[in-house]
């Protein structure tokens, strides 16, 4: 385990309350009708995708995994165990590189091959090094970037040391790893507890996974959209922890759950099609810390940040118009109760300078004026 001192410092500002809002969502989208009506329990309307910016930095040529936190999105690339902070436009704002014990046999941080990205209740940002396009490996490491500064690895095996390769995983909010694997047209759930990392040893596991039971991704997809929609290559869960989404190259699907057994209701029930999303080597989707979106970014520059905006219930989660900031909100709220001071204090001189007899305040009926305060 290692201490890096600008590590705790860049987490301190940018990992620390996963349920904030990036303050990008929208309660109704543009340009086009919902994809497809919400038609789980939940009753959720999926907005059809929009470009909220695109990322042009050649630091991120194939990012693989997204996790959006207060302010900012962060995201990861294949090949490398680093993460990098984009903002509201899309441009890096800062970086960090895992790093990992400095021993002859340890796998260096540019050998890993992170696939995804997770941010755990307690703020531990998890690169998730499970890739194996030639279905070599049989383990995966889970690579934690701590809020303190400490960087640790969790190491997992699949059953009967079977290979798989595993682009797709979630870190629940009872700390539970659920990984789903790359195959067409299906995929294997594997799940196992998170172990607390071992202070004495540089890597703590390995773990044994479970097989919970296998997705029937050929069932779900369009078959006009051929190959792209048969792979699962994305996941994300809901910060609220009663939604998981999945995504192929092609489209997103959603799932209700009520968080028990994440990994069994996944296998147990069908999910709905949020969006049609047709991105090139389409891999990442993460929530927006409020719930109210979901972010579909892909390996290549540039890559678009697709918005699939989401309403619960018949009403929107949250947020506000897209590129006006949740401060912005405080500052308009702030504003018009300043606002409502000054027309106090003026009401008040009023009264005690006036002839003219004046309401009793303290006992007539209140009506504030109704104000919009955004158009």
Known sequence: MTRPGRLAAWLGGVVVATAATWGMA???ATGGSPVEPGTSAGSSTYAAPRVLCTVTDERLPEISGAAGIPDGLLVANDKLAEVFTLDDGCSVSGATRWRGPATEDATPASD???????VGPDGTVWLVDSGSNRISRDDVSLLGLEPDGTSTELVFTY????????EAALVTQDLQLVLLTKERGTSTVFTARLPAPDPNADVT???ELTAVGRLDVEAWADPALGEAALYLTGAALSPDGRHVAVRTAAEIFEWVVDGNDLAAELVDAEP???AFVEQRQGESITYTPDGSSLLALSEQLPSPVLVVDI?????SVG????GVPRWGYGLLVGAAGAL?????VALWRVRTTSREPVPDLDHAPHHAPEQELVP
């Open 26 to 28: 929208a309660p109704t």
């Open 319 to 322: 947020g506000g118009p897209v």
């Open 112 to 118: 890993r091959d992170v696939e995804d990205l997770a």
């Open 159 to 166: 059953p009967q040391g079977a290979a798989r390769d595993v």
């Open 311 to 315: 309403e619960r219930n018949g009403g």
């Open 272 to 274: 709905t099609r949020m």
């Open 340 to 344: 409502l001071l000054v027309l106090v």
């Open 205 to 207: 596991g390995p773990v």
